[in-house]
């Protein structure tokens, strides 16, 4: 068979008796090419044995949230951002009720409350506790904030009882969350592809504890690495030293020079798809590095500087299939240093930004002013995130009619 569902789940399994349904599911998602991790709650172990999902998973089933040895191997955080999507199939009026109040007081819960992937739910219980107001309420929560609840079905319940709670069939999940997963593909424009970045800043050592550097916080990059994401590419980000945290689901290639960025990039370059270049890369780095820490001697000191190689200008000559954006920083004359830019360094593409008097380089909000070929678009000052969903947009229809004239 072919792969169809080449994803990282976790299926979370909650106390109920269908939870021995649960078994043909793992079965199903790994036939249809899925990694499955199963993490069972409490009263989950006590329907069906977690030897018999590890044993189908081929994986150590995760059961506690304070498990050393778990956290060792794949501690909660890690499990939430491995998965590409979580699914809970039985999802009890219980665990319902607590996801629904963003309770993390169990593994499952807070793994779904610690990720960012898709959360599916497979309801299953007693049609009373299901037509139940309060699980109805619960139910009306989670799918205001875009949970997806796969079911229940209608018929004859475990209890005796015919009516609404019954668990869907193990393939009619599958069959669900596929529609579903290529629902979301056909949203995703970049699938498939892969986009490369450079962000923050770069430190040029003048000694071993000294360095040239700039203000630059990587919060752009990181920025339009989440849109493009978003977008469904895959990213990667070569990365200076930069406080922020690493958003999830982004490779990041952490490098401190000039240097190593460049090595960095134009290796990662080959299998890239899109290229912006948002790194604040020094111009300049010295010509002779000092080994020992430099002592306070004259009253005047020179350094020495040379020039560093362009990134950015060199992965676009020598890569003339990526589809490449270049920023240009600028304090005076934006425009035309920016079109210069886009010329001399044969971009696709150039987003202009105002920086110095508390613009730019460190801030939460930015100004745009986007310059391709046959175009030109200003977005006004906003944050850096809302602007950054706005230029990837317009980076995505350009790179297609790129695609498109070079397929004509
Ligand atoms: O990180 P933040 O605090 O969020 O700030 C964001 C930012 C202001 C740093 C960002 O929006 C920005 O403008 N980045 C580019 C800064 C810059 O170095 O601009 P430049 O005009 O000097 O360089 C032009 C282009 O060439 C840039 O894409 C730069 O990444 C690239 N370059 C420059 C020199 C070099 N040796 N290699 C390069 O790749």
């Known amino acids: 068979m072919t792969k169809q569902f080449n994803k990282n789940i976790i299926l979370g399994i909650s106390g109920g008796i269908a939870a021995y349904k649960s078994a043909n599911l793992v079965r199903a998602l790994i036939k249809a090419g899925a990694n499955v991790r199963v993490c069972m709650t409490d009263a989950a172990t006590k329907f069906i044995t977690p030897l018999t999902f590890q044993a189908l998973s081929g994986n150590p089933v995760h ?68 037509e139940n107001a309060a699980t109805q309420a619960n139910l009306h929560l989670l799918l205001q904030r875009d949970i ?31 529609h579903s997963e290529s629902e979301q593909i056909k949203q995703q424009p970049l699938h498939g592809k892969h986009v490369l970045l450079t962000a923050g800043p770069t430190r040029e050592a003048i000694d071993p504890v000294r360095y040239i550097s700039n203000r630059s916080s990587g919060k752009m990059g990181y920025s339009i690495a989440i849109a493009a994401r978003d977008l469904g590419a895959k990213v990667t980000v070569i990365s200076g030293p930069v406080s922020i945290s690493a958003p999830q689901k982004i490779d990041i290639i952490k490098v401190e020079s000039a240097a190593q960025m460049y090595a960095a990039t134009l290796a990662a370059a080959k299998y890239a798809d899109i290229f912006v270049a948002t790194a604040a890369v020094s111009d300049y780095s010295t010509k002779e590095f000092f080994s020992k820490k430099i002592k306070k001697s004259d009253e005047n000191f020179q350094l020495v500087l040379q020039q560093n190689a362009d990134i950015l200008s060199d992965t676009s000559h020598q890569f003339t299939d990526l589809f490449t954006v270049g920023f240009a920083a600028e304090t005076h004359d934006l425009i035309t240093y920016a079109r210069n830019k886009l010329e001399r360094k044969k971009l696709d593409m150039i987003v202009a930004n105002p920086v110095g008097e508390g613009k730019g380089f460190d801030q939460d909000t930015n100004q745009l002013e986007i310059i391709w070929a046959d175009g030109q678009l200003s977005l006004p000052e906003k944050n850096k995130q809302t602007l950054a969903y706005e230029l990837m947009d317009i980076i995505v229809e350009q790179y297609f009619k790129k695609q498109k004239t070079h397929s004509d």
Do not use: F
């Open 63 to 130: 059961t506690d949230l304070l498990d050393s040895h778990a956290e060792a191997a794949m501690g909660h955080i890690e499990l939430a951002r491995w998965a590409d999507s979580i699914i809970i199939a039985p999802a009890s009026a219980d665990i319902m009720a607590r996801l629904a109040h963003g309770m993390a007081n169990d593994l499952l819960s807070t793994l779904c409350l610690a990720t960012e992937a898709p959360l599916y739910l497979a309801p299953a219980m007693n049609r009373v506790m299901w």
């Open 148 to 178: 997806q609840i796969l079911g229940p079905d209608d018929g004859e319940q475990a209890c005796g009882e015919i009516g609404t709670g019954r668990m869907l069939e193990p393939d009619e999940i599958l069959a669900r969350l596929l």
